[in-house]
């Protein structure tokens, strides 16, 4: 979070904060779980995950599920 701290410094406001924050989570969870952060993203963001989506689906969004490995692995 240090590099994380300082690039928070700058944001307007405590929401702006918050959304970088989970931005830079999803970001590094794509990283760790060795999927490309390019394919990821928009992967993600295309599926929009709601709170009217199934447990199951939901799981198919996360980095470490096989559907994201398969859609988007380096």
């Keep these: 979070f240090t590099v994380g701290r300082k690039n ?33 993203l928009p992967y993600l963001l295309s599926q929009r995950p709601d709170d009217k989506m199934s447990d199951e689906q939901l799981e198919q969004l996360a980095p470490w599920s096989e559907t994201a490995k398969t859609n988007c692995q380096n």
């Design 8 to 40: 928070w410094l700058f944001s307007a406001s405590p929401k702006g904060a918050a959304s970088s924050a989970i931005v830079y989570t999803m970001v590094e969870m794509a990283k760790a779980n060795d999927l490309n952060t390019y394919k990821y």
